[in-house]
């Protein structure tokens, strides 16, 4: 039916659920964010003394998340190349999105996958982008 597949060089999932599902030659991941793996920790993340986030730094966010799904792709035997389709959330797309896209140029160039950016107003952690990914093997 579909096999699951877990990276243990990514961030655990913050939920009962794969990081990914392979089915025939398509591969479904879950969504992921820019935890950094093992401390759970979000790079750029500024909190304030009582520990409530006031501040973040997109670009360092993006990078991390890609750092994130790299690992997961390579768990489950692909890369970058072999992603055919992103949704993208952002939390403040007026904030991030110009800043975002030049990133995200930088690491999906030529054969890059379909993509849908959307804003949302919160996700389960205090982070800023998350992906959802698809990929497609040779047949």
């Known amino acids: 039916m579909s096999d699951k597949i877990h990276s243990d060089t990514a961030p655990r999932p913050v939920g009962s659920y794969p990081h990914a599902r392979r089915v025939g030659n398509l591969l479904f991941l879950s969504g992921l964010g820019p935890r950094i793996p093992g401390s759970d920790e979000v790079p750029g993340n500024v909190y304030d003394e009582a520990g409530t986030l006031i501040d973040y730094d997109i670009e360092a966010q993006t990078r991390q998340l890609v750092a994130n799904l ?29 800043r975002f896209n030049a990133i995200y ?35």
């Open 70 to 98: 790299d690992q997961v792709l390579a768990s489950a035997g692909a890369s970058r190349a072999n992603l055919v389709d992103i949704t993208v959330f952002l939390t403040d797309m007026k904030r991030d999105f110009k």
């Open 105 to 139: 140029a930088e690491y999906f160039t030529e054969a890059a996958p379909c993509r849908t950016t959307v804003e949302i107003n919160a996700l389960p952690t205090p982070i800023a982008i998350e992906f959802k990914c698809m990929a497609a093997f040779a047949e």
